[in-house]
DNA sequence: TTTTTTAATCGTAATATTGCGATGTATTAT
DNA sequence: ATAATACATCGCAATATTACGATTAAAAAA
């Protein structure tokens, strides 16, 4: 008990949380508006951005990397992230068929 | 410790995550298509649906109708549970909004 | 009234998440 | 070579999540 029993879902619904879960998180959140917004890749602004110890950071950013949202790469001594635009085309594509399958005008109880 | 830093985010940001954190179970994925599949309400059905007891779907419901996503009415005997439609909405705007923050276009490193 | 049905809630076990200090590991600067 | 810088990883404590059996609550049927 207490994981998730993946098995009885579809590979798709399985995917789209594994998605779903390392968005839903304010820091992971905060991470890609500030990734997004400094429009180029940036490093360990973020510990000094936001207010989480490095160790913090870090771990968000390797769950980012996990799920497959965000890229990093070695840039000397600091470490270069930024979107994975194959997979945010995936989540966008993916989200929006999710919740526009359910009709805003279908209102029952 | 174990908690999230709530206070150091924005309300946006907070409220997104939530809304999100919903979401982020392929169980819940499951029984938000199942309600919309069905159109109108359905109740219990979704236990014999999806393949876990009565007491972890009446859960997932609950942090569903906490999130705000879902709502029910009782009816007679069974509960009716619905999509909130306002919710909803607000859902989708704030992930398009999120998601087309980044342009795909845009590839660093 | 008693029984049945449907769903919520309680209690509990297993596991996952969050956050951080401390430490390890490269790479650049001196 | 040594020191400094930037991150990753380890280990731990606090808390949250997931799942379910058992019980409770409320309405419908008998």
């Known amino acids: 008990m207490g994981t998730t029993k993946t098995e009885i879902f579809t590979e798709k619904q399985n ?3 594994v998605l779903l879960k390392a968005l839903a998180h304010p820091a992971r959140i905060a991470i890609l508006q500030e990734i997004i917004k400094t429009n180029a890749c940036i490093c360990g602004d973020l510990v000094s951005e936001l207010g989480l110890a490095q160790a913090t950071i870090s771990q968000h950013l390797k769950e980012l990397k996990t ?13 270069c992230y930024c979107i994975n635009p194959t997979v945010w085309k995936q989540l966008q594509t993916q989200l929006k ?9 279908t209102n029952c109880c």
């Open 15 to 17: 995917k789209l949380a």
């Open 67 to 79: 799920a497959g949202l965000i890229q990093g790469t070695i840039e000397g001594v600091s470490v």
């Open 97 to 105: 068929a999710f919740l526009e399958s359910y009709d805003l005008k």
